[in-house]
C-alpha cells in the first residue's frame, strides 16, 4: 500500500495519484530509518528522507510535463519546417515555369526577394536602435515632471515612426526644455536638423549636448563639419582633433581635418588625414580625393597610381578619368590623354569641361575640376565642397551609426 502524504489514504501500489484527493503518491517503502522512528507510523512524522523524495517526486513531475510541452514544440517545428518546404518548393516551380515563359527573370526575383527580407531584418535592427535611443533619454532624466517628460517623447517617438518627423520632432525639443541637461535628447534633435541640412539649428543643440558631455564623440564630428563649412576652421578644427582623441581611427575626422588643411595649403599634413582616411575607407571616392591632393602637390606620379586604383575600383568614375587626362596631356601623352578624356565625355557628357578637353592640345588650356576649396577665395563649404560623391561618402559614415533610420525608411515609404 501507499499512503498519500496529502490525506493519508490508503492506495494500492498501482496508483499514480490518491484516490481520495487526487494528489501524486510519492512511494515510500519501509527503511531502516522509517523502523527506527517506530514503522510505518513514521509518516506522520517529519523525516529528511521524506523531504528528500517529495522533492524528488516534484522535480520528476515538472520534468514529465516540460518533456511534453518540449515534445509539441519539436512537432509543431516539423511541421512549419515541412510548410516551409513545400512552399518554397511552390514557388521555386512557379519562378522556374514563369521564367522559361519569359514572363520573369529568375535571378532578378531572387534578387528582389533576399532584398526584402535583408530590407525587414534592417528595420527591425533600426527601431530597436530607436527604442533604446528613448530609454537613453528616459534613462537620463534630470528634471522635476518626469511623467509629463516620458509622454513628451512617446508622442515624438510615434510621429516619427508615422513618418510625421516634422511635427514629432517639435515634441522632443519640448521635453528638452523640461530637462536642459539631457544630451541625448539634445543629440538627437541636432542630428535630426544636421540630416535635414539645417546647420544653424544643428549647431546650436549639438553645442548643448558638448556642454554637458564634453566627449561626445558624435557631437564633435557633427560640429567639426557644420563649422568647416561655415567658415569657422579654427573651431572645426577644434572639434575634429578632440573627436579623433576620443576615437584615433575616426574616418570622418580624418577626413575633414585633411580637407580643411588642404585649403590652407598645408599639404604635407593634409595627406597624413587624407591617407589615413583612404586606410579606413579604401573606396573608389577615397582614392580619387588622394590622387587629387597629390596632383595639387605636384606628385604627378604618385596621383596617377591612385587615380588608377579609382577606375580600376569603378570604372565609370569620370572625374577620376578626366584627371588621368590631365596628367596624361601635362606628359604630352596626346593619345592617351584624348582616350581618357572621351571616355569621361561618354560616361558624363553634360560636363562642358569633358567636351573642351576632347578638343585640347596643351595642359595650358585646362584646369582640374574644382574639388577643394581656397580660404583666401572662401573658407565656407570647406569640408563638403566638390564632387559630389565625395560629400555623400562623409555624410554617410556620420550617419550611418547614429541614424535615426525609422524616419528616414518610413519617409521614403511615404514619398
Not at 526575383?109 to 527591425?124: G, K, N, P, Q, S
Not at 572621351?342 to 578637353?357: G, L, V
Request: with cysteine.
Amino acid at each position: 500500500m501507499i499512503l498519500c502524504q496529502q490525506c493519508t489514504h490508503h492506495n494500492p501500489y498501482n496508483r499514480d495519484t490518491c484516490a481520495a484527493c487526487g494528489a501524486r503518491l510519492m512511494i515510500i517503502t519501509t527503511t531502516p530509518t522509517a523502523e527506527a522512528y517506530g514503522g510505518i507510523e513514521s509518516l506522520l512524522r517529519p523525516t529528511l528522507e521524506e523531504h528528500l523524495l517529495e522533492r524528488i517526486s516534484s522535480l520528476e513531475s515538472q520534468l514529465d510535463r516540460a518533456q511534453d510541452r518540449l515534445e509539441l514544440v519539436l512537432d509543431l517545428v516539423h511541421r512549419q519546417a515541412t510548410s516551409g518546404l513545400y512552399d518554397h518548393a511552390m514557388i521555386d516551380a512557379l519562378v522556374e515555369h514563369l521564367s522559361e515563359r519569359g514572363a520573369v527573370e529568375g535571378g532578378t526575383l531572387e534578387t528582389l526577394w533576399r532584398d526584402r527580407i535583408a530590407e525587414h531584418y534592417e528595420e527591425v535592427s533600426e527601431q530597436e536602435q530607436f527604442d533604446k535611443r528613448i530609454e537613453q533619454m528616459l534613462g537620463s532624466f534630470g528634471g522635476e515632471n518626469f511623467d509629463l517628460f516620458a509622454r513628451l517623447l512617446d508622442t515624438g517617438a510615434d510621429l516619427f515612426v508615422e513618418g510625421n518627423a516634422k511635427r514629432g520632432i517639435r515634441y522632443f525639443e519640448k521635453a528638452l526644455v523640461l530637462d536642459p541637461a539631457n544630451v541625448s535628447v539634445a543629440l538627437f534633435v541636432g542630428e535630426h536638423f544636421f540630416r535635414l541640412n539645417k546647420p544653424v539649428l544643428a549647431r546650436s543643440y549639438l553645442e548643448r549636448a558638448i556642454l554637458e558631455e564634453t566627449d561626445n564623440y558624435t557631437a564633435r564630428l557633427m560640429l567639426g563639419v557644420i563649422c568647416g563649412d561655415d567658415g569657422d576652421l579654427d573651431s572645426a578644427k577644434r572639434h575634429l582633433s578632440r573627436a579623433l582623441k576620443i576615437q584615433r581611427n575616426s574616418f570622418a575626422a580624418h577626413y575633414g581635418l585633411g580637407r580643411i588643411l588642404v585649403s590652407e595649403g598645408r599639404l604635407r599634413e593634409a595627406l597624413s588625414h587624407l591617407r589615413r582616411a583612404l586606410s579606413l575607407k579604401p573606396t573608389a571616392e577615397m582614392h580619387y580625393l588622394v590622387g587629387r591632393a597629390y596632383l595639387e602637390d605636384g606628385r604627378a606620379e604618385v596621383a596617377v597610381r591612385h587615380l588608377r586604383r579609382c577606375v580600376e575600383m569603378d570604372p565609370k568614375f569620370d572625374a577620376a578619368l578626366y584627371h588621368l587626362g590631365l596628367i596624361y596631356l601635362r606628359q604630352e601623352k596626346l593619345l592617351l590623354a584624348q582616350e581618357h578624356f572621351r571616355a569621361a565625355y561618354e560616361i558624363n557628357p553634360r560636363e562642358s569641361r569633358y567636351r573642351t578637353a576632347l578638343r585640347a592640345r596643351k595642359a595650358g588650356q585646362l584646369a582640374p575640376l574644382p574639388v577643394f576649396g581656397r580660404t583666401a577665395i572662401s573658407k565656407r563649404k570647406v569640408v563638403s565642397s566638390g564632387d559630389v560623391r565625395l560629400a555623400e561618402l562623409l555624410r554617410s559614415d556620420l550617419l550611418e551609426p547614429h541614424s535615426q533610420s525609422v524616419e528616414v525608411r518610413k519617409g521614403q515609404k511615404r514619398g
